[in-house]
């Protein structure tokens, strides 16, 4: 069985490399007992490097990637240089990416299969804006499509997907998280929507993970009903205590389906 997968998204946080370097030696010493799961730490860019010295049972991650390989492209970060910093995964297509910094699916496209050139691992985020109903919105499939257009069944082995549901992400008002029943049907239909791109026994590889307002109470529900695959956190990651709490629970309740 694989190993269940948490991954903290500092997103522009903490304020300084000091306060940086203090969360990750936490995170770090908090977590070395959870055999069950693998930790992804991504810290911003200019953190990368210590925060990396510091981690030896985390992974580094990054929280985005360019979406061009090398170049004259001001204030970009290639997947070869995330890549010399050992850097394994990369988040990818974050719904404040996409909110506030107008990228859009092609630029999410070209940043997957940059990061998989690299083999770096995309932590491909795809999620609704709005939910009426019960019914995943097709906007889910569309963005996943789109995002894995022209990735062979090989390579699509190395992604992983995070559910998050933009009106669920802490930051956004009014936030809320979803429920691991609706999360469970939103993981069916991404499986589902995986299966029709390639076939059933490459679309099994993808792990799918839940992100929006998780914490140390409710992640054990989208791990047991939810039948998570693990959890893309942000709020609750930028506090150690919180942080270390869910990688327990998850270490408890890893489950695949
Ligand atoms: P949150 O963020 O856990 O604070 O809701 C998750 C994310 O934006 O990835």
Known sequence: ??????????????????EAVLLARKVESGTLRQGNVEIVVAPPFPFLIQVGSILKRARLGAQDISGFAGGLYTGEVSGRQLRSLKVSHAIIGHSERKIHLGETDVMINRKVRLALKQGIKPVLCVGERERQGRDIPAVVGEQLRNALGGISPQSVKKVIVAYEPVWAISTMPGAKPDTPDSAFRAKVYIRRVLTQIYKRTIAERVPIIYGGSVNSKN???????????????????????????????????RSRS
Do not use: C, D
């Open 219 to 253: 992640i054990g529900g989208f791990m047991s009903e939810g039948k998570m695959e693990g959890a893309l956190v942000g709020g609750a990651s930028l506090n150690p205590r919180e942080f270390i709490k869910i990688v327990a629970e998850v270490n408890r309740g």
């Open 1 to 18: 069985m694989a190993k269940s997968l948490v991954v903290a998204n500092w997103k522009m946080n903490p304020a300084s490399i000091k």
